[in-house]
């Protein structure tokens, strides 16, 4: 009971890095050569370099499709630290929130009372009609008058933390993952504008049904042209995909340039 009384200043090391209580005695009993000696189970876990077990980086791995929609053998590794984190539905929420808030342009203006230009004359004698009364005609009781409290124009747009932001994308991809509506495929290229020609790739793929996003590495005017008038499709750069459009997708297909350009800037 003396040594373990004499090991509570070692448990605030242990338990610093935020993983779950470890309690020498499970310890213990899993080793049975730690049970005579409680002081060398603590030693024992004092060498753990427990902050670099927490920030290892795993990976999982997808194949690499090409355009025709065949395998190429080859695979892609999905870093961890990317694309299977704990989703935050909160800073979802937040993120989803500000990039509507923005697309808001906030122009939308009525006209009060002071802003109605109609004849000041007084309506009728103020007594003896049977009714309310009615001293002018830019009330907003009557038909064509300002509207009292309306809507004047102003800027939706607030404040979201690059960090909060971060945590957003990651959360997305990782639902995207986590359902198996990842799609990597080779890095590609189209000869000319040519909607029909990007419709059969995405045919090929098997997911011309669905509402899918296509994240590129490098800007390529011919794709984007190509993709533009095809419906339930969008095409936008790693360095340039939000939150609301990665969860907007059903599909999310992600070329080997643009898969190294998210991990780069996310995993971070």
């Known amino acids: 009971m003396d040594t373990l009384r004499n090991s509570k200043s070692s448990a605030p090391q242990i338990r610093k890095y935020h993983l779950p209580a470890i309690h020498i005695g499970n310890l213990c009993n899993s080793f049975p050569s730690f049970k005579n000696n409680v002081t060398f189970a603590i030693h024992f876990l004092e060498s753990i370099d427990f902050k670099n077990l927490q920030n290892r980086k795993t990976h999982m791995e997808l194949g690499i499709l090409s355009i025709t929609g065949s395998d190429t053998g080859r695979k892609a590794s999905l870093n961890d630290a990317v694309f299977a984190i704990e989703p935050n539905d909160h800073v979802i929420w937040l993120d989803v929130k500000q990039y509507l808030a923005n697309q808001r342009q906030g122009t939308h203006k009525a006209k009060t009372k002071n802003e ?50 971060q945590l957003a994308r990651k959360s997305a991809l990782s639902y995207k993952a986590k359902e198996n509506n990842i799609l990597v495929i080779e890095d590609f290229n189209m000869d000319a504008v040519k909607t029909s020609a990007y419709i059969n790739i995405l045919k090929s793929l098997n997911i011309n049904d669905n509402k899918n996003l296509v994240l590129l590495g490098a800007h390529n005017e011919n794709i984007y042209l190509s993709s533009r008038n095809v419906q339930r499709n969008q095409v936008l750069l790693a360095n340039d995909v939000n939150t609301y459009a990665i969860l907007n997708a059903q599909t999310l297909i992600v070329t080997e340039s643009a898969l190294k350009a998210l991990t780069e800037v996310l995993a971070k």
């Open 116 to 165: 109605i230009h109609r004849t000041t004359k007084k309506l009728m004698k103020q007594k003896g009609t049977g009714g309310a009364r009615r001293g002018s005609l830019k009330s907003p009781l009557v038909r064509g008058g300002g509207r009292a409290f309306g809507p004047v124009p102003r800027d939706y747009s607030f404040k979201v933390n690059h960090k909060t932001k």
